[in-house]
């Protein structure tokens, strides 16, 4: 089984500041690891995923995420926030082919402050 | 290519009902899974389904079934609602599973 913990529900930064949103994971195999985007009353869009390879992740939008084994984390960055990144971000983990599905965190709210 | 398409956008019902909520695949997609987005929650795994065939269930019980049609269309049926299944119903299609892209959600309200 696997399961997936984000450290704070809400996460407050100015503009212009760097993002940093927090995700640790449990998996019995290796795990390939997701973050998602969700604006609201929208669906989920993929920022970007792990599943082999460089653990340094870059996505969408100047997102990027490291893949640490011996921390069981996989935190999402950005530089430099924008107004348009406020959303709820989920962190999701899936032991690969799909057929148990994606295990979701609860998600973090990402406020940015002008 | 049109994305992934979920109807309807919203939805009331009472408790003891039935519903059916339907999506719509990507184009080029065999692999359809829904999920259950509880408010302030992050979506649970209800199922998945590959070529018409159930083949990966999350913890929900019988009530909630399925089915995938030849084009890779999908039906989400709940029996017997209950007020704890409001919630936004999320439908993600994908290519042989991994990378899954999501619908914008159908909200059942359950009265």
């Known amino acids: 089984a696997q399961s997936v913990t984000q450290l704070g529900s809400h996460v407050s930064v100015s503009e212009g500041a760097l993002v940093l949103l927090r995700c640790n994971y449990s998996s019995s195999v290796p795990p390939y690891l997701f973050w998602y985007v969700q604006y609201p009353n929208q669906g989920l869009q993929l920022l970007l995923k792990y599943t082999t390879g460089a653990t340094l992740v870059k996505g969408i939008n100047g997102f990027e995420a490291e893949f640490k084994k011996s921390e069981t984390s996989f935190h999402l960055t950005k530089p430099s926030a924008h107004m348009s990144d406020a959303a709820e971000y989920f962190c999701a983990v899936s032991t690969g082919g799909g057929a148990d599905g994606l295990t979701f965190g609860k998600g973090t709210h990402l406020i940015i402050q002008p | 290519e049109t994305g992934v398409t979920q109807s309807p956008t919203h939805l009331i019902k009472t408790r003891g009902q039935q519903v059916t909520l339907r999506c719509s695949s990507q184009?080029?997609?065999?692999?359809v899974s829904w999920y259950q987005q509880a408010l302030g929650q992050g979506p649970q795994f209800i199922f998945q389904y590959y070529r018409e065939e159930e083949n990966g269930r999350g913890n929900f019980p019988p009530r909630f079934s399925g089915l995938q049609f030849p084009n890779y269309s999908s039906e989400l049926n709940v029996n017997a609602l209950e007020l704890d299944d409001s919630a936004l119903y999320l439908c993600?299609?994908?290519?042989?599973?991994?990378?899954?892209?999501f619908g914008p959600g159908t909200r059942l309200t359950v009265l």
């Open positions: 184009s080029g997609h065999n692999t």
């Open positions: 993600a299609s994908s290519l042989e599973g991994l990378r899954q892209f």
